[in-house]
Nanobody
Framework: QDQLVESGGGLVQPGGSLRLSCLVSGFFLDYYAIGWFRQAPGKEQEWVSWLMSHDGSTQYADSVKGRFTMSRDAVNLSAYLQMDKMKFEDTGVYFC??????????????????RGQGTQVTVSS
């Protein structure tokens, strides 16, 4: 079955850490790129990071650079987002999305073909 399923969200205090997972299955395993996005209440969707399947290269939004790390399982190709030194503004619904072929840009959800349902992340004291 072709699926993207996120998990690992929850409540964390400022400065804390969470690790999100994106389980990829079926035909979706043949993705070209995988990205993480987030959306906070009342705000526009924001790109967080992407990873290229062919070489594992990653890129991050300035807002998370140095705090978040995206990785991939070499066997099952699931993607992970390690979030450290979290801030209040990291609160939102996080979802993963895949692009099945090369694109000009990877920092827009509109460039991706499929996405998961999302997982809630709340940073609060």
């Amino acid at each position: 079955q072709d699926q993207l399923v996120e998990s690992g969200g929850g409540l964390v205090q400022p400065g804390g850490s969470l690790r999100l997972s994106c389980l990829v299955s079926g035909f979706f395993l043949d993705y070209y790129a995988i990205g993480w996005f987030r959306q906070a209440p009342g705000k526009e969707q924001e790109w967080v990071s992407w990873l290229m399947s062919h070489d594992g290269s990653t890129q991050y939004a300035d807002s998370v650079k140095g705090r978040f790390t995206m990785s991939r399982d070499a066997v099952n190709l699931s993607a992970y987002l390690q979030m450290d030194k979290m801030k209040f503004e990291d609160t939102g619904v996080y979802f993963c999305a895949i692009r099945m072929a090369p694109a000009h840009y990877y920092n827009s959800a509109g460039e991706y073909n499929h996405r998961g349902q999302g997982t809630q992340v709340t940073v609060s004291s």
